[in-house]
């Protein structure tokens, strides 16, 4: 299943290698012409990020690309209400306003040697926060659960296997449409497309099912492209086991015929979700964040993990609950059909002795936002979210992790150095910023080079002071200022050095 060297690698200086987070991808040529039959890439004032190797050309010395892994937080959410239980899963959290909103399936299970039955019937339920930290479970009096509608539950029926809703963007979206969602469960095989004004109550937008090619158990969604200005699904089917297909819609309804999602350097694993979202402070780039499925059956590790004895219990009620595991990944693309995939977690269980290591542990929530720093004087950073404690004894939780933004890869290098060149590009604006990195002894320079990759005068890397410090949008300048102005428009190069730093993306403004 290889991708196009778009998404395979760069070109690597004088036959070298490229280190792509420990594993070395060899062979690979560069990227094929693009933006009228150049090599050019036209990037304009948006963002840009590292999460794969569009804008790099050759790399040497020590530098390398580097994924790096969010920190734990505290437990978000404790789903421990009579609705809810060890089967709660497929969450959904968006910022929306000043309000954060979190969405989730509501489950419970019976677990013994010989049983593995739902204690209840599946619902779907709602949480929110001022802060994206603390959560709360409003009582929201629509549906009738144990002769009560004082609880959080907003969906019943139809729909409550996975429920996957998002704002929509688009201008031109009527009232009652304000937030889409696709979902299953219950009725014909497929995906229901749903539409509400409050993100509360919702309706069908169609009677039937709106795609009806895949597999569909796992949680499936959708959301609204703005620089295609389309509609985009992604959902569960079975190729070599678990695995993902996409396709598109102008109208939320009518969708294209699904095609598979592929991967370079290859797909390395089941994939149970995925988690794909347009990364808000660059829409161009695809974002995916997938569990990875695994199951080895029972092996002598597994008598080292813990909870061994549930552990025993589940697998007596079907054997991949006990051997099957979980954890986070982590992946990216420009089309939002051929990814860069890492092979390494991106999220791993942990070093812990309970509520994690198992399978249905450390799903990964569908969305981002940015939430406070802890530290005071420290800029908000981006959150996200995961399960603990799946089909465990009490019920599951969902953990937030952060990190900065823009800092899910790096190029990086040690403080010996290394640098890297990127492919010509046209660029608009006037200043060059880095979201940048480095130790009290590190730096950064820059110097700008014509297409052939010859220094500009004024620009070179010895006219550039060293960088050092840590900013999410650091202004370079050259011994002439930081205005780059009267090269906008016309191909460069940029010729990046790095000592003990990383360097997160770049925006020209």
Request: with cysteine.
């Amino acid at each position: 299943m290889a991708a196009s060297a778009e998404w395979c690698g760069a070109v690597v200086r004088q036959g070298a290698r490229l280190a792509l987070g420990g594993a070395l991808i060899l062979g690979l040529g560069r990227a094929p012409a693009q933006e009228g039959g150049t090599d050019v890439r036209a990037i304009g004032s948006q963002r840009e990020l590292f999460t794969d190797t569009r804008l790099i050309a050759d790399m040497g010395g020590g530098a390398r690309l580097r994924l790096h892994h969010p920190e734990p937080r505290e437990i978000a959410l404790v789903c421990d209400a009579p609705w809810e239980g060890n089967g709660c899963l497929y969450v959904t959290v968006m910022q929306d306003g000043d309000r954060y909103r979190m969405y989730y399936r509501g489950g419970n299970y019976r677990i013994t040697p010989t049983e593995y039955t739902e204690a209840h019937r599946l619902v779907y339920c709602y949480a929110e926060s001022a802060d994206g930290i603390r959560w709360s479970k409003p009582e929201l009096g629509i549906v009738v659960f144990e002769g009560s509608t004082r609880n959080n539950i907003f969906l019943d029926g139809l729909g409550t296997h996975s429920f996957a809703p998002f704002r929509d963007p688009d201008p031109a979206a009527p009232p009652e449409a304000r937030y889409k969602a696709l979902a299953n469960g219950g009725g014909d095989h497929g995906l229901y497309a749903f539409r509400s004004a409050d993100g509360i109550h919702w309706s069908l937008m169609a009677e039937k099912p709106v795609i009806t090619q895949g597999a569909f158990d796992s949680q499936n969604l959708a959301f609204r492209d703005t620089v295609r200005n389309e509609y985009r699904a992604y959902f569960r089917d079975f190729r070599d086991g678990r695995d993902i297909k996409t396709c598109t819609s102008t109208d939320f309804v009518h969708w294209t015929e699904p095609v598979w999602v592929e991967y370079a350097p290859e797909r390395g694993g089941e994939l149970y979700t995925n988690q794909i979202t347009p990364y808000y402070r660059a829409p161009q780039v695809f974002l995916g964040f997938p569990t990875r499925y695994l199951d080895r059956g029972w092996t002598e590790s597994h008598n080292h993990l813990p909870q061994v004895e549930h552990r025993r219990v589940r697998a007596g009620a079907s054997p991949r609950e006990g051997s099957a595991v979980t954890d986070g990944r982590f992946m990216s693309s420009r089309d939002g059909r051929q990814f860069s995939l890492w092979p390494e977690s991106f999220i791993r269980p942990g070093l812990r002795t309970r509520d994690t290591w198992f399978y249905g542990d450390i799903y990964q929530a569908w969305g981002l936002v940015e939430t406070p720093s802890a530290i005071t004087d420290a800029p908000p950073e981006v959150s996200l979210y995961a399960s603990e404690g799946y089909h465990q004894q009490a019920g599951t939780k969902f953990r937030r992790y952060t990190l900065r933004p823009d800092g899910f890869v790096s190029v990086e290098a040690p403080l010996t150095g290394g640098e890297f060149t990127t492919r010509p590009l046209v660029f608009a604006g006037k200043e060059l910023t880095l979201n940048v990195s480095t130790s009290a002894a590190g730096s950064v320079r820059v110097e700008v080079q014509d297409a052939a990759g010859k220094p500009i005068e004024g620009f070179a890397l010895a006219d550039c002071p060293e960088v050092f410090g840590d900013d999410l949008e650091r202004v370079v300048l050259w011994k002439g200022g930081p205005d780059v102005g009267t090269l906008a428009g016309k191909p460069i190069r940029l010729r990046i050095e790095l000592k003990d730093a990383d360097l997160y993306s770049l925006r020209f403004r």
